[in-house]
């Protein structure tokens, strides 16, 4: 019987027991925790590498150096000008008071100590809103930053302009916060402080708390007071909400936040609150002292920068540019041209009202307007003012006018000037005899309240009473009007080699035109010491030399034109001397002497005294038909002054760089308001720099001479009012259109130009230089050389110059029956003979005056 078969064995797979479901659900959720962290540690790691890409390294404290204002000196240490993109001055941290700093971070970032740089709820909450209104349009874009941020983002400003710095996006706020947590590793809280008290935006063209103590209380920030300490550091939130200037209440109300904020935060005692709160802080708008010193100056210094070291540098390289203005000189330059300007102008005639108002109703309202501009503001004496013309006396002698809510009187004696523009009319003979032919009722027009002797023209006849009696009472005023007439004025320290003052028109704000380097004008009789002193340093010719002032015709083969040149009389005197033919302003011999010397000698002799322009190649030149500008000219008779040299003229005396470095030195040896150091250096670096020679020193010293005559005895003869030696040369071209005077004592040279820009019209009959310019530049030299001695014209031992007495009809050397002798220098060698004049007269068969030259 079989056995019963045995069941094969089986394999048991035994399980662990199952965990808790929560023991899984843990483990998973620590594992997406754990995965989810690396995530976020990835993408946070690429989005800080991407949002830090391409951000500005950390500034060094020690060599941070901002874009800062450039200030313009006058070279007696006044300012001028200044020239910014941002005006900044930088102020170390120590000098910046501790209340100052305190008053700051009571307002803007209280835990600025305490906390890593970032505000992160703040920049949290801020970066949130900011989203929000972008996707939905709802709420506001919000603030946020710290002190560390607002100086971050200075510094993004910096490196990436304005508008991508202060774009309002969420970028820009993680970019800022990236950049104040690493300022806030590399640099001490102090330094952070130092950054952005020279940064911040404080209005007012303020960057900067230095900028802002100046312009807005025009103080040092040493020197503010803790209310005015508390209104500047309220103002970084929103510098044009919390102007003084816009909004003085809103200005108020956040000083007192301000100080609050200190109070709460134990800065300040109580006392000091209250008396911070009780305060009365006034601000003054920004000087602008470009526009009202010397702008014509200061704008030619800035271009003269700019070309040669960049708009850059300028505008952001903080220099100091020392000129060689002085500031008397300057303001009494711009006083004559003004009081020039203004008195030839009105010998021109009235060009009528500003405007003119028909019926009622336009009178009315534009009185209503003059009161409300004006309100209960006194009149003050010697101002202009915008008058409404509201009656006529019965006598016709006089107006009564109204300005704002003052009436007064406009007598006959205050606008007798007011005759119609008539070129050709001699201005005494027409002046008015009845108001009505100039002004009516309606009409609108500039006057000026005046005192009765200043309606006079002289005051002689104010004392004598030469008028009838001026109406009393009444606020009395003289008609004005705008000059249309322009001028320049250009006057140079010869020996210094100095532009001390310089006027390049009648107002910068209206025309930057500057007439002193840009205008080109035809100098007239201004021209002829150029043509005689090339005759005396080419020709050996003398003052002696005899010319024949005789009708001359000049043709023109090429345009078949006849030119006849006469004097300005119109007649001839024969034999003259050449020193006789200047001092008078002769035409005919200074042509002949022209045509002695040749066209093309003196085109190259202009051009080597100085003259850029070129000479028309014909005998006009002579008297003046080639364009100069006005400091060229002065330059030449620079050149007379000092024996015959030329020398550059500078208008900047010294530049600075940003740390005080000398970029270039003009100074002169003997300027007394230049450092110790810097004169020493200049008489040194005076070896080294001679000069050009371009005429002996004899011949310039007789061209002095000659000039000297002609103040002594001729057109230019007003000069002696000025009671001081001096030499100058008149100038007036055809019909009027330019008048000139160029003069000069031992230490101060001067040319004044007067005319119209664009030649509307000529000037009056008989405004000439001596006339219209001369007077200009006797006022400015009166003021100018007020209290300086100088000397006559001697020559220095060391010239070869001869003095001898000349029989003023011959040009031989005088005898017992010389009716008439003149002193004269002479180069040696080129005296007149005893017996006879043996050489250097000048006939018109002699030159053949016949043609023109080719």
């Known amino acids: 019987m079989s056995q019963p078969s045995t069941p094969p064995p089986r394999l048991v797979l035994e399980l662990p027991p199952k965990k808790p479901w929560k023991i899984r659900l843990l483990m998973v959720l620590g594992w997406l925790t754990l995965t989810g962290a690396t995530a976020v540690g990835v993408l946070g790691l690429g989005a800080y590498y991407h949002f830090s890409d391409g951000l500005p390294a950390i500034p060094d404290v020690e060599a941070y150096w901002p874009p800062i204002l450039t200030e313009v000196y006058t070279d007696d240490a006044v300012l001028a000008g200044e020239f910014y993109r941002e005006r900044r001055k930088l102020v170390p941290y120590e000098r910046i ?216 540098a300028l505008l952001e390289g903080g220099l100091k540019l020392f000129t060689t203005m002085d500031s008397e000189r300057q303001r009494a330059a711009q006083d004559a041209m003004l009081d020039g300007l203004l008195t030839v102008d009105k010998r021109q005639g009235f060009r009528g009202p500003v405007l003119q108002l028909a019926t009622e109703k336009e009178r009315s309202e534009f009185l209503a307007r003059a009161k409300k501009a004006l309100g209960q503001e006194a009149l003050e004496e010697g101002s202009l003012y915008v008058a409404l013309v509201t009656g006529v006396d019965e006598d016709r002698k006089g107006l009564t006018v109204q300005v704002g809510p003052h009436v007064g009187k406009l007598p006959l004696l205050g606008m007798r000037w007011a005759r119609k523009v008539n070129p050709e009319g001699y201005y005494p003979g027409l002046m008015l005899s009845s108001v009505r032919s100039a002004l009516k009722p309606g009409d609108v027009v500039v006057v000026r309240h005046v005192a009765p002797k200043d309606l006079y023209d002289d005051r002689d006849q104010y004392e004598r009473g030469l008028f009838n009696a001026l109406p009393q009472g009444a606020p009395l005023f003289r008609l004005e009007q705008e000059p249309e007439l322009q001028g320049a004025v250009v006057s140079i320290d010869p020996h210094r080699n100095y532009l001390t003052a310089m006027v390049g028109g009648y107002d ?31 020709l050996n010719w003398s003052e002696a030399t005899v010319i024949v002032d005789s009708p001359v015709v000049f043709d023109d083969p090429d345009s078949q034109l006849r030119w006849k040149p006469e004097n300005f009389d119109e007649g001839f005197k024969g034999d003259v001397l050449l020193r006789t033919a200047l001092v008078n302003s002769m035409n005919i011999p200074a042509v002949k002497t022209f045509q002695a010397v040749g066209v093309k000698p003196m085109s190259e002799w202009a051009a080597k005294l100085g003259l850029s322009t070129p000479m028309n190649q014909d005998f006009s030149a002579a008297l003046g038909s080639s364009c100069v500008y006005p400091f060229e000219l002065a330059q030449v008779y620079a050149a007379f002054n000092r ?177 008439k002798v003149l002193d004269m220098w002479f180069r040696k060698g080129t005296e007149p003979q005893d017996v006879q004049q043996e050489k250097g007269v000048v006939d018109p068969e002699e030159f053949n005056l016949g043609q023109l030259p080719n």
């Open 643 to 819: 024996y015959g040299v030329r020398k550059p003229t500078a208008f900047i005396r010294k530049m600075e760089d940003r740390f005080g470095r000398t970029l270039e030195d003009h100074t002169a040896y003997d300027d007394a308001w230049a450092p110790l150091v810097d004169r020493v250096a200049a008489a040194y670096a005076t070896q080294y720099e001679p000069g050009e020679q371009v005429m002996s020193p004899e011949t310039a010293f007789i061209m002095t001479d000659l000039l000297r005559g002609v103040v002594r005895e001729g057109t230019g003869a007003p000069a002696q009012k000025l009671g001081k030696p001096a030499a100058g040369k008149t100038g007036t071209t055809n019909d009027s259109f330019d008048t000139w005077f160029a003069g000069y004592t031992r230490d101060l040279v001067t040319v004044v130009w007067l005319g119209y820009d664009l030649n509307p019209h000529p000037l009056g009959r008989f405004e000439t230089g001596g006339r219209a310019s001369l007077p200009i530049w006797l006022e400015y030299m009166k003021r100018a050389l007020d209290g300086r001695p100088q000397g006559e014209f001697y020559p220095p031992e060391w010239l070869e110059v001869r003095r001898l007495g000349i029989d003023a009809d011959t040009g031989r050397r005088a005898s017992s029956g010389s009716k």
């Open 97 to 312: 008071p501790k209340r100052l700093v305190q008053a700051f971070i009571a307002s803007e970032d209280s835990s600025f100590f305490d906390h890593p740089g970032v505000d992160f709820f703040g920049t949290a909450r801020a970066v949130t809103k900011t989203v929000i209104k972008k996707l939905t349009g709802i709420g506001r874009v919000e603030g946020g930053s710290t002190l560390t941020q607002q100086t971050a983002k200075a510094v993004l400003i910096s490196a990436e302009g304005f508008e991508k710095a202060t774009a309002k996006t969420a970028t820009r706020k993680i970019r800022e916060a990236i950049l104040a947590r690493r300022l806030e590793a590399a640099l001490t809280k102090e330094q952070i402080l130092y950054l952005y008290l020279n940064n911040v935006y404080l209005g007012h063209h303020s960057y900067g708390v230095q900028s802002a103590a100046e312009n807005y209380f025009r103080k040092d920030v040493r020197d503010l007071t803790l209310g005015e300490m508390s209104l500047i550091a309220g103002l970084p939130q929103a510098p044009s909400r919390f102007s003084p200037f816009k909004a003085p209440q809103k200005a108020i109300e956040r000083r007192k936040y301000v100080l609050r904020r200190m109070l709460d935060e134990g800065m300040i005692s109580q006392e000091e609150h209250d008396a911070a709160v009780a305060e009365e802080v006034r601000v003054h708008p920004v000087e602008d002292v470009f526009h009202e010193f010397a702008p014509y100056f200061v704008e030619q210094v800035r271009k003269d920068v700019v070309e040669r070291w960049g708009n850059p």
């Open 508 to 538: 910068f704000d209206a025309n930057e035109y500057n007439r002193a380097f840009q205008a080109c004008r035809q100098p007239g009789s201004s021209y002829k010491p150029v043509v005689y002193s090339a005759a005396l340093e080419q």
